[in-house]
């Protein structure tokens, strides 16, 4: 699929998943677009726990209470270390924006859904939880969480604002 019919098709869903595995090929290609995103000074500080274990996405899914998790045939638990790497600044989320976004097209271009989760994470220490028992180590976070697999429903992207609202050549607000 064309990159730009990829960006169009990706979209975030919700509903349920078929049965239909993802083969392991398909989620190494999938995190592989994530590995190969831009980090800040190529620092690659996002890390990625693909998680295909039925027990495992199923502990996973209660922690979240998201129903999407529930028959989620894999997910891909994004990890950041957010320790300085340009004097005190860090760059882990926006490094980890940029790989869940390349994540998300090379999804949508193989043909799978998903969905970021990343709210329902901050809460009531679910990713504390969810990086326990992944063995993260002390001192990274668990950060985005993208369950995946075959859509069994429709879904579409939401409507975006049209071009001229949002972007103008040479000054804001053309
Ligand atoms: C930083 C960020 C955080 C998000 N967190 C969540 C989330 O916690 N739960 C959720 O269902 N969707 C989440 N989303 C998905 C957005 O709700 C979704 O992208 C938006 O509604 C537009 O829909 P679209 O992805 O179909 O274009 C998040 C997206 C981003 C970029």
Redesign the pocket.
């Known amino acids: 699929m064309d990159l730009f019919e990829a960006v169009e098709r990706r979209?975030?869903y919700?509903g349920d998943f078929t049965a239909d595995p993802v083969p392991r090929e398909d989620l190494e290609k999938i995190v592989q677009a994530g590995i190969r995103a831009p980090s800040a000074l190529n620092e690659q500080v996002t890390s990625f726990v693909i998680v295909d274990d039925p027990e495992l996405l199923g502990q996973i899914a209660a922690i979240t209470e998201k129903s999407v998790c529930n028959t989620a045939q894999a997910m891909i638990v994004c990890v950041t270390d957010p320790k300085p790497v340009f004097g005190e600044l860090s760059f882990a989320t926006e490094d980890c924006a940029a790989s869940v976004e390349n994540i998300l097209l090379a999804t949508a271009a193989l043909g799978y859904a998903t969905?970021?989760?990343?709210?329902?994470l901050r809460r009531d220490n679910r990713a504390g939880r969810i990086a326990q028992l992944l063995g993260v180590p002390e001192g990274k976070q668990v950060r985005i969480l993208l369950p995946l697999g075959v859509a069994a429903e429709p879904g579409r992207?939401?409507e975006k604002l049209p071009f001229a609202r949002r972007a103008w050549f040479n000054r804001y607000g053309g």
């Open positions: 979209y975030s919700r969905v970021w989760l990343d709210g329902v992207q939401k």
